[in-house]
């Protein structure tokens, strides 16, 4: 099936330095990549939607200055959490979509973000 | 504004029996429904999905049924296993043909617990 890997798997950083996240699909080219933010307990949030070589198209309520997202192959999105602070940790999990117009999306592990 | 509900943050069933898990939606646009199964700490992990067109889809032990005029779908497992413990978390989508992947609304989930 197809796989989405994420590095880091975890991450601890102070408070006021920046975090790269990378996703990366394994065995097949993701013309579309999505990022997600979960809360304990909560739903996954939707953050933004990244096409590869073009700009990402962010959610409502989310900083695109502060949440980087850099598509730049059809294997390879990062999000980076630029001048982090407490309130921004949490997990952050991406998936992948076969191509345009397919609706199932493969989603990896996630990576815990823990800011101090 | 919640768009995709599933009202029961948990649920507790014995092994063997069925487990039903429930969604509703208020978006008539949805037109394509996934499920997810979650363990702490991981990404989700596709199950099954239906489209609009249907009433109903089955894959081994999991069943979707969808029922529009009620913006309504369920997921029966059956017979629930111990290792069917999970977070199971229902999404929506809007598909637009010829367009770019469409983004999924997920529901807050519901904690699903099978007892030996």
């Known amino acids: 099936g197809a796989v989405v890997s994420q590095h880091p798997s975890w991450v601890i950083c102070k408070s006021g330095t920046s975090v790269k996240i990378e996703c990366r699909s394994l065995d097949f080219q993701a013309t579309t990549m999505f990022w997600y933010r979960q809360f304990p307990k909560k739903s996954l949030m939707l953050m933004a939607t990244?096409?590869?070589?073009?700009?990402?198209?962010?959610e409502q309520g989310v900083e695109k200055d502060k949440f980087l997202i850099n598509h730049a192959s059809l294997t390879l999105s990062t999000l980076t959490v630029t001048s982090a602070h407490p309130e921004d940790s949490s997990f952050y999990i991406c998936s992948a979509a076969l191509w345009s117009g397919y609706n199932e999306q493969f989603f990896g592990p996630g990576t815990r973000l823990t800011v101090l | 504004d919640q768009q995709v509900k599933q009202n029961s943050p948990s649920l507790s069933v014995q092994e063997g029996r069925i487990s039903i898990l429930n969604c509703d939606y208020t978006n008539s646009m949805f037109d394509y429904f996934l499920w997810y199964k979650k363990y702490p700490a991981e990404g989700p992990t596709f199950l099954i999905s239906?489209?609009?067109?249907?009433d109903k889809n089955e894959d081994g032990r999991f069943t979707v049924f969808l029922n529009k005029s009620a913006k309504h779908l369920s997921l029966h497992i059956v017979p629930s296993q111990p290792g069917d413990s999970a977070v199971y978390f229902c999404a929506a989508s809007a598909r637009r043909y010829g367009g770019a992947t469409n983004k999924l609304i997920f529901g807050t989930g519901t904690l699903l617990a099978v007892q030996p």
């Open positions: 990244s096409n590869e070589g073009s700009k990402a198209t962010y």
């Open positions: 239906i489209s609009s067109i249907k």
